[in-house]
């Protein structure tokens, strides 16, 4: 028997669970939780792995898979390394497109001359003397980007220089032609510098992993999953890690699949942040057709089309003060809740209790206002900022005793957006503790959370609620209406229909208030919503009676990503592109190389055979054990003075296998 030990790096927890492959779904042996360090991942990571194989052999494990927000996170917050960037073929207007110059984030560039036209017919010469100096003058870089004009169509130029920077300097170089076959230099060069940007972050994950498999006598294969929730080998991910944006939703919709032999559902999933929305057809996620858009960039990177809403179980809960009837809002900023608040410094109970023994309510009482250990960057912070910053430390201290005006709020805002400060605060995390939905923090803070939150005024002058249950009641019954509303917007873009109108529309308000007069009002899922997360039995099946359709809750919904992190297979595609320069000539324009052949004929037969080749390869070292091949032609044809010319053709040939696993067999 081999088991499989899936992990997933989330907002708030990071999940592990192991399980028996040989077993029918879902075949946990054994789930845990630890939180997620986002300092440094590995310790959560560590602490995860640790709890989940406490009673297990770790010669039994014959793999081990990861889902990460790393990259997704790296790319919203722009961090990264330090890359140069080397155009070939391009003018410096290239730079102004597609977002290329704010993804560059003040990073060298060079313009190199060389380069292809639409055709695969050569511009210029390579000016590799230019590369050498290129290499030279970019200094205390971590790495190189260099995309060529129509690299895609003939990546020759990328390659040489790619091999030239290698040599000259001995650092990672990313080729553009290897991430995307797509047309669009600029968009290209975009994902190309992401991908620079991230590999040393990728591989600094992957080998704090791996040392954290050595320390418990783990000796499997690593395989991190992707943004479309298919798994790749770590060292195939070390080269390519721009692909695992988005690779926890992925991992998600994988396991939903797994975990409830649903083939065709609405799967949303409640996190600690976010809720994560998607459509899940004949067992496999839906993927964007446009790439994956992260950070504000949009990516060449094939990933999951996944619809994102700042609502989680540490959403920050606040009063609406605009409205005579009592209105709580969630989100969509993150803040951490009281109840986990206290049991790291019990401190706050005092603070807690001394603003409930106050007789009038203040702006900021049941909030905290805490450093989260970040150290900022350069001298980039406003003097305010920086004074604001100085008067916080590790402990957290009521926000009342530093946020001494409008500016001060300002300032701790920009904070926050920097990653160097955060609040605590009442949350839906909370108000579960005091509904007895949740014990796993202390009960205490959050009911003094909840007592304060009752007591906040509405427009009319009166108190929210009537104690802390009640407006425990009220923020549960908020976190289902808005998830309502998030589930059906997602599912009416997906459909082509304005989402933008689900949370405005007085019938669509009407239908998920329940009305019930002489019209009859209705509206819905036409498929079973599946509810994954540790939250998601709160509130799921409020959410889906109130869409008209079927709850579905796995019994290991909280751990869903990290079981998808194993459910998943391998599974690459490649492209060749047939072209016709000139009558009687046929180009072929592969991964690797440009041919030309004299008929359609041999050259798509030609064509085959090299993408079968090359995509078996790459899938063995991607970490699939037995890759099976499907290939899908796509022609295009114009009809001139009655006769059929061709124009172009696409071949694409897709590898798929189960991993390979420690002792044998896939």
Request: a negative charge; hydrophobic letters at 45%.
């Amino acid at each position: 028997m081999a088991l499989l030990l899936g992990i997933d790096t989330g907002g708030t927890y990071t999940d592990a669970v192991l399980m028996d492959q040989d077993a029918r779904a879902p075949g946990i042996i054994a789930k845990s939780k630890a939180l997620t360090t986002h300092d440094n991942l590995a310790v959560g990571i560590e602490g995860a792995i640790n709890a989940v194989t406490r009673d297990t052999d770790p010669a039994a494990i014959g793999m081990v898979s990861i889902s990460t927000t790393l990259a997704t996170n790296a790319l919203v917050e722009s961090k990264g390394g330090d890359i140069c960037l080397l155009l070939i073929g391009f003018d410096e207007g290239a730079l102004d497109r597609a977002g290329l110059r704010d993804a560059l984030a003040g990073n060298p560039h060079a313009i190199i001359a060389g380069g292809h036209g639409a055709n695969g017919v050569r511009q210029a010469p390579l000016d590799k003397d230019a590369l050498r100096a290129a290499a030279v003058n970019a200094r205390d870089v971590e790495g190189f980007a260099i995309v060529a004009h129509f690299g895609s169509r003939d990546p020759v130029d990328e390659i040489a220089a790619r091999d030239l920077i290698r040599d000259e300097t001995g650092l990672p170089v990313t080729c553009g032609h290897e991430l995307s076959a797509e047309l669009g230099g600029p968009k290209r060069a975009l994902t190309a510098v992401l991908n620079a940007r991230l590999i040393g972050m990728i591989d600094g994950l992957i080998l704090a992993v791996q040392d954290t498999m050595t320390q418990t006598g783990i000796d499997a294969p690593l395989m991190i999953v992707r943004g479309d929730g298919s798994l790749v080998s770590a060292d195939f991910a070390r080269k390519r890690p721009i692909e695992t944006i988005l690779s926890g939703p992925a991992a998600s919709l994988v396991g939903a699949a797994h975990l409830t032999g649903r083939a065709d559902a609405v799967v949303s999933d409640i996190g600690g942040t976010t809720t994560d929305i998607a459509v899940m057809q004949h067992g496999r996620p839906l993927i964007s057709p446009r790439g994956a858009a992260v950070g504000g960039h949009l990516t060449m990177v094939e990933a999951v089309a996944m619809t994102t809403s700042g609502l989680g179980g540490d959403s920050e809960v606040r009063v609406d003060e605009t409205v005579m009837t009592p209105r709580v809002l969630l989100g969509p900023r993150r803040v951490v809740p009281l109840s986990r608040l206290a049991v790291e410094t019990p401190e706050v109970i005092a603070a807690l209790d001394a603003q409930i023994a106050s007789p009038l309510p203040g702006p900021h009482d049941g909030v905290f206002v805490l450093r989260t250990g970040r150290a900022p960057r350069g001298d980039g912070l406003r003097k305010l900022d920086r004074a604001l910053l100085d008067r916080l430390g590790p402990v957290p201290v009521p926000a009342a005793s530093v946020l001494r005006s409008q500016l001060d709020r300002s300032a701790l805002n920009r904070l926050i957006a920097a990653g160097l400060a955060m609040k605590a605060g009442f949350t839906p995390t909370d108000a579960a503790h005091v509904l007895g939905d949740h014990t796993v923090w202390d009960l205490r803070a959050a009911e003094l959370g909840a007592a304060l939150m009752a007591r906040r005024r509405t427009a009319a002058g009166q108190p929210v609620a009537n104690g802390a249950q009640a407006v425990s009641r009220l923020v549960r019954d908020a976190v289902i209406r808005r998830s309502a509303e998030a589930v059906l917007a997602a599912v009416w873009a997906h459909d082509g229909l304005p989402a933008r109108t689900v949370a405005t529309d007085p019938v669509v308000a009407a239908a998920l208030d329940g009305h019930q007069g002489v019209a009859r009002v209705d509206l819905g899922l036409a498929l079973p919503l599946v509810g994954l997360g540790a939250g998601a039995p709160l509130y799921y099946p409020g959410i889906a009676e109130m869409l008209g359709c079927e709850a579905v809750l796995p019994d290991a919904a909280d751990v869903a990503n990290a079981v998808g992190a194993v459910a998943g297979g391998v599974r690459l595609s490649f492209q060749a592109v047939l072209t016709q320069p000139s009558e009687g000539l046929i180009r072929v324009h592969l991964p690797d190389r440009v041919s030309d052949h004299p008929t359609l004929s041999a050259a798509r037969d030609m064509a085959s055979w090299a993408l079968r080749e090359h995509s078996t390869v790459a899938a063995r070292d991607a970490g699939a054990d037995a890759p099976e091949l499907t290939e899908f032609w796509e022609e295009r044809v114009a009809t001139v003075e009655n006769r059929k010319v061709f124009i172009e053709a696409t071949l694409t040939v897709t590898a798929t296998g189960r991993p390979r696993v420690a002792g044998g067999g896939a």
